[in-house]
């Protein structure tokens, strides 16, 4: 019998996984597989990542996965780090008074407490927006929304 790429991959990862190592090296691992498997398989790196705690090195192209599955990210250009730890950059961090609109893709939606908090990847940024579970109860991640701020506020308005 033949793997599917998303089964091979998770054999890979678990395979690396056995020998319990302090770091992990992910070197594209979901390139090749479709948005479905790529989102499940992010999901479970992430499942994998906090339940061992490990240092993981993730290499990718996507903007979305590298949003997705890093609390620190080190761009690098010609082989050299062009732009030392950058966090996941924050749209509109010099409090921006106005009112428009915003949309993006939604990359994760995590509940924390009585909120939850809701990852928009927006051109080459990705926002992070509170927002209460009745206004996210329809979201899911890959869905587009748009945001809507207005000063100092955000909303979502899908």
């Known amino acids: 019998a033949r793997l ?4 091979q991959q998770r054999v890979a990862l678990a395979r690396s996984l056995v020998r319990q ?3 992990l090296l992910l070197d594209e691992p979901l390139s090749a597989l479709d948005t479905g498997m790529r989102a499940k398989l ?3 790196i992430l499942r994998v990542h906090e339940a061992y705690q490990l240092t993981t090195i993730l290499v990718s192209h996507d903007q979305r996965e590298v949003f997705k599955l890093s609390s620190r990210i080190i761009a690098l250009h010609h082989g ?3 732009q030392p730890a950058l ?3 924050m749209l509109l961090s010099n409090g921006h008074n106005g009112d428009f609109q915003l949309s ?7 509940a924390q407490g009585d909120k939850n908090i809701v990852k928009v990847l927006i051109g080459a940024n990705m926002v992070r927006i509170e927002a209460l579970p009745e206004e996210t109860r329809h979201l899911q991640p890959g869905d587009t929304t748009t945001i809507r701020f207005d000063a100092g506020q955000s909303e979502l308005l899908r």
Do not use: A, F, N, T
């Open 4 to 7: 599917s790429g998303g089964q």
């Open 21 to 23: 190592p302090r770091i």
């Open 42 to 44: 992010q999901h479970y």
């Open 80 to 82: 050299r780090i062009s």
């Open 87 to 89: 966090p996941p950059p």
């Open 104 to 110: 993006g893709e939604v990359l994760d939606i995590e």
